[in-house]
T-cell receptor, first 109, second 115 residues
């Protein structure tokens, strides 16, 4: 059974720092991996989708990497801003998405 | 393209009542998923449809839960005889293709509170 773990569970940093959020999964037989952002009480916003044949994807200040063999993905956020404060979820894609429990990020001015 | 739409946004009900939620996926999206999320947890898979066919149901989906997607367009999720443990955010998502190489797009969710 696939299990997805995210570390750290919570993170509080000053504005401007570069951040790394970690996601690990137990079964490497995945199709793709997707990172989401969730604001309190809201739905999920897709950030990046990494297909299994890819090693990384970039969008603006966000960069996500995927290492299937080691069962790991990282989300790198450059020059963090208070508006980045949210919960970040990773999900591995088999025939459906299996989510981790998320990293709750707070960026303070 | 107006995104995935869910209705209602919030639902408060008394234990034992039946509730029904609606999800309108992005037009022409073939796959439609239902997830449930409790506070501090990631979303948990409930069920998904490929067009009108319900292809998989989680063990979380007890007999009190039923989902439909008539005509392969909108979907409804009904919970009968609600219990306090059903209180959660119910999320709907859709994707374009039969495969899983497409992004999933989520709605804003329906927050259910069972008193």
């Amino acid at each position: 059974k696939q299990e997805v773990t995210q570390i750290p569970a919570a993170l509080s940093v000053p504005e401007g720092e570069n951040l790394v959020l970690n996601c690990s999964f137990t079964d490497s037989a995945i199709y793709n991996l997707q990172w989401f952002r969730q604001d309190p009480g809201k739905g999920l916003t897709s950030l990046l989708l990494i297909q299994s044949s890819q090693r990384e994807q970039t969008s603006g200040r966000l960069n996500a990497s995927l290492d299937k063999s080691s069962g790991r993905s990282t989300l790198y956020i450059a020059a963090s801003q208070p508006g980045d404060s949210a919960t970040y979820l990773c999900a591995v894609i088999e025939d459906k998405l299996i989510f981790g429990t998320g990293t709750r990020l707070q960026v303070f001015p | 393209d107006t995104g995935v739409s869910q209705d209602p946004r919030h639902k408060i009900t008394k234990r034992g009542q039946n509730v029904t939620f609606r999800c309108d996926p992005i037009s022409e999206h073939n796959r439609l998923y239902w997830y449930r999320q409790t506070l501090g947890q990631g979303p948990e898979f409930l069920t998904y449809f490929q067009n009108e066919a319900q292809l998989e149901k989680s063990r979380l989906l007890s007999d009190r839960f039923s989902a439909e997607r008539p005509k392969g367009s909108f979907s409804t999720l009904e919970i009968q005889r609600t219990e306090q443990g059903d209180s959660a955010m119910y999320l709907c998502a859709s994707s374009l293709d039969a495969g899983v190489r497409e992004k999933l797009f989520f709605g804003s969710g329906t927050q259910l509170s069972v008193l």
